[in-house]
């Protein structure tokens, strides 16, 4: 379902969902690396990525994860289940960057949604992948109230 649409509707292969934007910020680079207990320097220390021949910080995968994550969730409703995510890393997300992530349906099988999703940022592609979603019994859900469309 688009969200902010209050009729439900199957989703079909084919449908895109809305981009999110989302501002790389440091805090959020370094919340989400100490959110997943990855103390790894290069997420949270610049020095310490210069040194490992990084220009700055960068976002570690269990934060893209979870993002990935939260954009089928703000898409499907909060009843949907993520039953699958395969996703690869590209291009690194530093701060100061914007990452858009899109995604497309492409198979709509036995209560089940594949999507094809990718988040880019000013280097390129930074995530690349699949989410297979359980739809919950009545149809998505989509937005809660007061959260505004396509925004962190």
Do not use: W
């Not at 994550?69 to 949907?80: A, K, L, S, V």
């Not at 000013?122 to 739809?135: A, C, Q």
């Amino acid at each position: 379902m688009i969200p902010g649409n209050t009729t439900p509707t199957t989703p079909a292969p084919g449908d895109t969902l809305p981009a999110l934007t989302i501002p790389l910020t440091r805090t959020l680079i370094v919340a989400g690396a100490l959110a997943s207990r990855d103390y790894q320097d290069v997420h949270h220390d610049p020095e310490a990525a210069r040194a490992k021949g990084s220009p700055e910080i960068f976002m570690n995968i269990l934060t893209t994860n979870g993002l990935v994550g939260r954009y089928i969730t703000d898409h499907f409703g909060p009843r949907c289940t993520l039953r699958k995510v395969a996703i690869r890393l590209g291009a690194p997300n530093y701060p100061g960057d914007t990452m858009v992530l899109r995604g497309t349906v492409t198979e709509v099988t036995d209560g089940m949604a594949v999507v094809r999703v990718v988040g880019t940022n000013g280097l390129g592609h930074h995530v690349t992948g699949t989410v297979t979603v359980g739809l919950p019994d009545g149809l998505p859900d989509g937005l809660p109230d007061g959260l505004p469309e396509g925004t962190v």
